[in-house]
């Protein structure tokens, strides 16, 4: 349907095209004829009587054609314009030959241009018809001549019997053998142009196809030329690497792509490959692509056709499912060691203990024995943390107001030493409510907060603070070292830690309980010069 009315909409720009030519032609050639008939007539000094209705005819003529070409941009429809064209040109020759002699007007062959106009804008049956209006003027005008009705301009003269009907019979298998010949010749002109407007509209449409198709493509399309600049990029490419076409047109593929380097030989293609691409000085993203060789329609080389995907987002949920994997088996690992664990451990506690109530304990044993009973509370409080860790307590979530959680943590930094020095602030306003575990959030807060104060080594500043932007998260952050970039990604992996009595368990902790509540923790460096942990929640939570 969409084809066929694009066919027609060029179809009516056709009619209109051949119409307008048509009209111009026509005018053209009434000037040149008429004129110089004028212009003759008035040397000559014959027939001068002539020469005014001739000029008529002209001025006529003229405001007809200006009259029919203002109508014609007006027309949907052209069919029935072009038929009075013809109907108009049949009259107006006529006119031509009762004013120039009749039948020994030089003008009769008029009809002949007429008949292959008619065939040109009209079709083959119309153009019959005309051919046959034509023999019915002429044949008209002959008879008016023939028993001597047109003697008015003193122009004429009697026909004689026998070549009456002669040149009836000549114009008029003139005309007729003129409209077969000159509608077969148009009928074979217009569907040859048929045909090439329909492949014209098929590679029209197949190409608007191929743009539409590359321009919603989700993956990022580019054609380096052999010489190893960017020809296309397509709309995804722009999105993934945020640049333009207008700005990468043209340029070297390793200005922009480094990763690409080397791709301009056929002899170079990549089936698939990865590499970083620096979209702005602080993001980087990770590119996958593959390359193939561009041919043309004869096998010539156009280059190399490139597509890339981003896969930053994808490498993160698998470095999260591989982490999610470890923790499984972390938890797989403490639910068959704790208890065995922790039973000869309490025993080993609970003899030292009764060992040091003994009456003939030495001094020097004694404190051999209080080193033992302390690291046995400390593997037990090892334990303790490992086994909540691996196996965390089912969630209670309720309705809280985030701001109240974050006032009563702040409340239990005033009470412990290690933050005498350190300035805490409040740098929230709004309330926030959200259906979470409230305990678990309060030690997960906590614990935050202490790797921060330790981190400060009890001096600086600790910041809490509120988002509610499009997602709702919770922020801590300090004035401390921050994280270095090389070890950020493993910062929540168990028993990973950069203390040196630390356990590695507390931000793995931390990422466990976020992930149980359906949302997950960043990390980045924050405004105060420290780490920025945001603990995001799923928008379903608020």
Same mark, same amino acid.
């Given at each position: 349907?969409?084809?066929? *009315?694009?066919?027609?909409?060029?179809?009516?720009?056709?009619?209109?095209?051949?119409?307008?030519?048509?009209?111009?032609?026509?005018?053209?050639?009434?000037?040149?004829?008429?004129?110089?008939?004028?212009?003759?007539?008035?040397?000559?000094?014959? %027939?001068?009587?002539?020469?005014?209705?001739?000029?008529?005819?002209?001025?006529?003529?003229?405001?007809?054609?200006?009259?029919?070409?203002?109508?014609?941009?007006?027309?949907?429809?052209?069919?029935?314009?072009?038929?009075?064209?013809?109907?108009?040109?049949?009259?107006?020759?006529?006119?031509?030959?009762?004013?120039?002699?009749?039948?020994?007007?030089?003008?009769?062959?008029?009809?002949?241009?007429?008949?292959?106009?008619?065939?040109?804008?009209?079709?083959?049956?119309?153009?019959?018809?005309?051919?046959?209006?034509?023999?019915?003027?002429?044949?008209?005008?002959?008879?008016?001549?023939?028993?001597n009705y047109l003697n008015f301009f003193n122009l004429y003269r009697s026909i004689?019997?026998?070549?009456?009907?002669?040149?009836?019979?000549?114009?008029?298998?003139?005309?007729?053998?003129?409209?077969?010949?000159?509608?077969?010749?148009?009928?074979?002109?217009?569907?040859?142009?048929?045909?090439?407007?329909?492949?014209?509209?098929?590679?029209?449409?197949?190409?608007?196809?191929?743009?539409?198709?590359?321009? %919603?493509?989700?993956?990022?399309?580019?054609?380096?030329?052999? *010489?190893?600049?960017?020809?296309?990029?397509?709309?995804?490419?722009?999105?993934?690497?945020?640049?333009?076409?207008?700005?990468?047109?043209?340029?070297?593929?390793?200005?922009?792509?480094?990763?690409?380097?080397?791709?301009?030989?056929?002899?170079?293609?990549?089936?698939?490959?990865?590499?970083?691409?620096?979209?702005?000085?602080?993001?980087?993203?990770?590119?996958?692509?593959?390359?193939?060789?561009? *041919?043309?329609?004869?096998?010539?080389?156009?280059?190399?056709?490139?597509?890339?995907?981003?896969?930053?987002?994808?490498? &993160?949920?698998?470095?999260?499912?591989?982490?999610? /994997?470890?923790?499984?088996?972390?938890?797989? $690992?403490?639910?068959?060691?704790? %208890?065995?664990?922790?039973?000869?451990?309490?025993?080993?506690?609970?003899?030292?203990?009764?060992?040091?109530?003994?009456?003939?304990?030495?001094?020097?044993?004694?404190?051999?024995?209080?080193?033992?009973?302390?690291?046995?509370?400390?593997?037990?409080?090892?334990?303790?943390?490992?086994?909540?860790?691996?196996?965390?307590?089912?969630?209670? &979530?309720?309705?809280?107001?985030?701001?109240?959680? $974050?006032?009563?943590?702040?409340?239990?930094?005033?009470? /412990?030493?290690?933050?005498?020095?350190?300035?805490?602030?409040?740098?929230?306003?709004?309330?926030?409510?959200?259906? $979470? /575990?409230?305990?678990?959030?309060?030690?997960?807060?906590?614990?935050?907060?202490?790797?921060?104060?330790?981190?400060?080594?009890?001096?600086?500043?600790?910041?809490?603070?509120?988002?509610?932007?499009?997602?709702?998260?919770?922020?801590?952050?300090?004035?401390?070292?921050?994280?270095?970039? /090389?070890?950020?990604?493993?910062?929540?992996?168990?028993?990973?830690?950069?203390?040196? *009595?630390?356990?590695? $368990?507390?931000?793995?902790?931390?990422?466990?309980?976020?992930?149980? %509540?359906?949302?997950?923790?960043?990390?980045?460096?924050?405004?105060?010069?420290?780490?920025?942990?945001?603990?995001?929640?799923?928008?379903?939570?608020?």
């Amino acid at each position: 349907m969409a084809k066929w *009315k694009s066919l027609t909409k060029q179809q009516l720009k056709t009619d209109n095209r051949s119409l307008t030519w048509y009209l111009t032609c026509r005018t053209a050639v009434i000037t040149i004829l008429l004129g110089g008939a004028a212009i003759f007539y008035l040397k000559g000094g014959s %027939h001068r009587s002539v020469i005014t209705p001739l000029f008529y005819l002209i001025g006529i003529s003229y405001a007809e054609a200006l009259a029919s070409a203002l109508l014609l941009r007006t027309l949907s429809k052209t069919a029935l314009f072009a038929q009075v064209q013809i109907v108009w040109d049949l009259v107006f020759v006529s006119a031509l030959i009762v004013l120039t002699g009749g039948v020994e007007s030089v003008y009769s062959f008029a009809y002949l241009l007429v008949i292959v106009s008619a065939s040109f804008i009209l079709s083959s049956r119309l153009t019959i018809f005309a051919a046959a209006s034509a023999v019915i003027m002429f044949g008209g005008i002959l008879d008016l001549q023939f028993f001597n009705y047109l003697n008015f301009f003193n122009l004429y003269r009697s026909i004689p019997n026998g070549t009456f009907f002669s040149t009836l019979f000549v114009h008029a298998v003139a005309f007729f053998l003129t409209a077969i010949l000159s509608g077969t010749l148009a009928d074979r002109w217009r569907y040859s142009e048929e045909q090439l407007q329909r492949k014209s509209i098929d590679f029209a449409e197949l190409e608007m196809m191929n743009r539409t198709i590359l321009s %919603h493509i989700s993956s990022g399309l580019m054609l380096i030329n052999p *010489k190893g600049r960017i020809r296309s990029f397509n709309r995804a490419a722009t999105a993934i690497t945020g640049m333009s076409l207008q700005y990468v047109y043209d340029q070297e593929v390793t200005t922009i792509f480094p990763l690409m380097a080397g791709l301009t030989s056929s002899t170079n293609l990549l089936s698939r490959s990865e590499g970083y691409f620096v979209r702005q000085p602080d993001e980087k993203l990770i590119l996958g692509y593959a390359t193939t060789a561009a *041919k043309g329609s004869q096998g010539e080389n156009l280059g190399v056709l490139v597509t890339f995907q981003d896969l930053t987002q994808l490498k &993160k949920i698998e470095e999260d499912l591989k982490r999610t /994997d470890r923790l499984a088996a972390v938890g797989r $690992l403490a639910a068959g060691m704790a %208890h065995e664990i922790r039973n000869p451990l309490a025993s080993i506690s609970g003899s030292v203990q009764l060992l040091m109530e003994g009456e003939h304990a030495q001094p020097e044993d004694l404190h051999l024995m209080e080193i033992v009973v302390k690291e046995a509370d400390r593997l037990n409080c090892l334990l303790t943390d490992f086994l909540g860790f691996a196996s965390p307590r089912k969630l209670v &979530k309720e309705k809280v107001n985030v701001a109240s959680i $974050l006032d009563q943590i702040i409340a239990l930094l005033g009470t /412990d030493h290690r933050f005498n020095n350190i300035e805490v602030l409040q740098q929230y306003q709004d309330e926030l409510i959200l259906e $979470l /575990d409230r305990n678990q959030i309060l030690q997960i807060l906590w614990d935050l907060a202490i790797n921060a104060a330790e981190a400060m080594q009890g001096s600086g500043t600790l910041i809490f603070s509120i988002e509610n932007l499009g997602h709702c998260a919770i922020i801590v952050e300090d004035s401390g070292p921050g994280i270095a970039d /090389d070890i950020r990604g493993q910062i929540f992996e168990p028993f990973f830690s950069t203390k040196e *009595k630390g356990t590695g $368990l507390g931000l793995a902790t931390v990422y466990s309980v976020l992930e149980s %509540h359906g949302g997950t923790v960043a990390v980045s460096n924050g405004a105060a010069g420290g780490a920025r942990f945001s603990l995001l929640f799923a928008e379903g939570d608020s």
